[in-house]
């Protein structure tokens, strides 16, 4: 029934906000926007935030249908991903109420656009190794540092910052999450140009930056427990609903291209089965969350399955040489490279399959 309630909402609003493959960054952006609004007025953002804070109290299984849904009629990406499908979820576990009734409706309503500022140039997969200071200092903490590969920072109102509160060294331990303003004195954005040519993400500086301490989330130098449940959202099966159908087009794609060609048949054939599995497993995972059980076992095999899947499927259509559609095939093939980096490589998630779901020994 809700599969159908939000397909026929679709069919009449869906046509105004697709974007096309000819549109330029800033261009997409506004649309992107736009999408967001409209899906706010409608009631069909933060599906399963409690009522009180704007949202329906429905589950995870709702959530991923209308990703499935919304893939399939090609609307944007939301700009305010990272506010709705990160930092949302932290706020509800480790946020106080103060900073539940202030952040919570403007990321809903898509007027406030949060990054992420983990990654640093010497933090990545190590994420404890963040050198980010905050220093408490009177009636506020200081921040000095740099943060790299920080998506939508340009846009961004916000960013949600781990930074060091505890002395050098002191690992996950001596960390905290901190909610800062991008328009503060100190801060500098500077925009990264990507491979592809377009540029999404951007490297952010901190300078002296002050921030009162009601922007911490969760307590501190208990930041690491409030990075690890954005990280397993990042990873989990939301995001991969979202992938999942974008995957259906490029095997869609793969097939017009594929001709009579004996290779590149069977490959198609063997990949449509491997999307088939990932999303059995995406569906697993959703069903674990609607019945409270812990999905986060699953979070690093969806990851791995759906990137690595999307990726063997752009080279075989890159491969396939077709003249039509050459050009779509190579922008894919470098715009895919990135994905089994973002939100923690396959080699880490390999590590964490084989130390924390198997047990084996390091
Ligand atoms: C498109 C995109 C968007 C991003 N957006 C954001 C964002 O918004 N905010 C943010 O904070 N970050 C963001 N990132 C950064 C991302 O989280 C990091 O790139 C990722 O965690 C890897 O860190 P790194 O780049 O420092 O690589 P490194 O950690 O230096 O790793 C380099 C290589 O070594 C391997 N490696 C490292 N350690 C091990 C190990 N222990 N065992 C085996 N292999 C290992 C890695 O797998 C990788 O192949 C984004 C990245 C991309 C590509």
Same mark, same amino acid.
């Given at each position: 029934?809700?599969?159908?309630? &939000?397909?026929?909402? @679709?069919?009449?609003? %869906?046509?105004?906000?697709?974007? =096309?493959? +000819?549109?330029?960054?800033?261009? !997409?952006?506004?649309?992107?926007?736009?999408?967001?609004?409209?899906?706010?007025?409608?009631?069909?953002?933060?599906?399963?935030?409690?009522?009180?804070?704007?949202?329906?109290?429905?589950?995870?299984?709702?959530?991923?249908?209308?990703?499935?849904?919304?893939?399939?009629?090609?609307?944007?990406?939301?700009?305010?991903? &990272?506010?709705?499908? @990160?930092?949302?979820? %932290?706020?509800?576990?480790?946020? =106080?109420? +103060?900073?539940?009734?202030?952040? !919570?409706?403007?990321?809903?309503?898509?007027?406030?656009?949060?990054?992420?500022?983990?990654?640093?140039?010497?933090?990545?997969?190590?994420?404890?190794?963040?050198?980010?200071?905050?220093?408490?200092?009177?009636?506020?903490?200081?921040?000095?540092?740099?943060?790299?590969?920080?998506?939508?920072?340009?846009?961004?109102?916000?960013?949600?910052? @781990?930074?060091?509160?505890?002395?050098?060294?002191?690992?996950?331990?001596?960390?905290?999450?901190?909610?800062?303003?991008?328009?503060?004195?100190?801060?500098?954005?500077?925009?990264?140009?990507?491979?592809?040519?377009?540029?999404?993400?951007?490297?952010?500086?901190?300078?002296?930056?002050?921030?009162?301490?009601?922007?911490?989330?969760?307590?501190?130098?208990?930041?690491?427990?409030?990075?690890?449940?954005?990280?397993?959202?990042?990873?989990?099966?939301?995001?991969?609903?979202?992938?999942?159908?974008?995957?259906?087009?490029?095997?869609?794609?793969?097939?017009?291209?594929?001709?009579?060609?004996?290779?590149?048949?069977?490959?198609?054939?063997?990949?449509?089965?491997?999307?088939?599995?990932?999303?059995?497993?995406?569906?697993?995972?959703?069903?674990?969350?609607?019945?409270?059980?812990?999905?986060?076992?699953?979070?690093?095999?969806?990851?791995?399955?759906?990137?690595?899947?999307?990726?063997?499927?752009?080279?075989?259509?890159?491969?396939?040489?077709?003249?039509?559609?050459?050009?779509?095939?190579?922008?894919?093939?470098?715009?895919?490279?990135?994905?089994?980096?973002?939100?923690?490589?396959?080699?880490?998630?390999?590590?964490?399959?084989?130390?924390?779901?198997?047990?084996?020994?390091?």
């Amino acid at each position: 029934m809700f599969r159908y309630e &939000v397909r026929q909402w @679709l069919t009449s609003v %869906a046509s105004k906000y697709r974007a =096309t493959d +000819h549109l330029d960054h800033d261009t !997409l952006v506004d649309i992107r926007r736009e999408w967001e609004g409209e899906v706010a007025r409608s009631g069909y953002a933060g599906l399963s935030w409690p009522v009180e804070f704007g949202g329906k109290a429905l589950g995870p299984i709702e959530e991923f249908v209308f990703s499935e849904e919304c893939s399939t009629a090609k609307t944007p990406e939301e700009l305010g991903r &990272v506010g709705r499908l @990160l930092v949302a979820p %932290a706020l509800f576990v480790h946020g =106080t109420r +103060h900073q539940l009734t202030r952040f !919570l409706p403007p990321i809903l309503q898509g007027t406030e656009i949060w990054c992420q500022g983990f990654s640093e140039p010497n933090a990545g997969s190590d994420l404890a190794g963040v050198t980010t200071s905050a220093r408490r200092n009177g009636e506020h903490y200081v921040i000095n540092g740099q943060k790299i590969w920080t998506s939508y920072g340009h846009y961004a109102q916000w960013c949600i910052v @781990l930074a060091r509160t505890g002395i050098a060294g002191s690992r996950h331990h001596g960390l905290t999450m901190i909610a800062v303003p991008m328009h503060h004195p100190g801060i500098e954005v500077r925009r990264i140009v990507q491979l592809t040519g377009s540029s999404e993400f951007t490297e952010v500086f901190f300078d002296e930056v002050e921030v009162p301490p009601d922007c911490v989330i969760g307590a501190e130098n208990d930041g690491w427990a409030v990075a690890l449940t954005i990280l397993n959202a990042e990873r989990g099966a939301r995001m991969a609903a979202l992938a999942l159908k974008s995957m259906s087009d490029i095997l869609a794609l793969l097939d017009h291209c594929k001709g009579n060609h004996d290779e590149f048949q069977a490959a198609a054939v063997s990949l449509g089965s491997r999307l088939e599995l990932a999303r059995w497993h995406v569906m697993r995972s959703v069903e674990r969350m609607a019945s409270d059980r812990d999905p986060i076992p699953a979070a690093s095999v969806i990851k791995i399955a759906w990137t690595e899947l999307m990726q063997e499927a752009i080279r075989i259509g890159f491969r396939t040489n077709c003249q039509e559609h050459r050009d779509l095939w190579r922008y894919m093939e470098l715009e895919a490279r990135c994905r089994t980096i973002s939100a923690g490589s396959s080699e880490i998630q390999r590590n964490i399959i084989a130390e924390r779901i198997l047990g084996l020994p390091r």
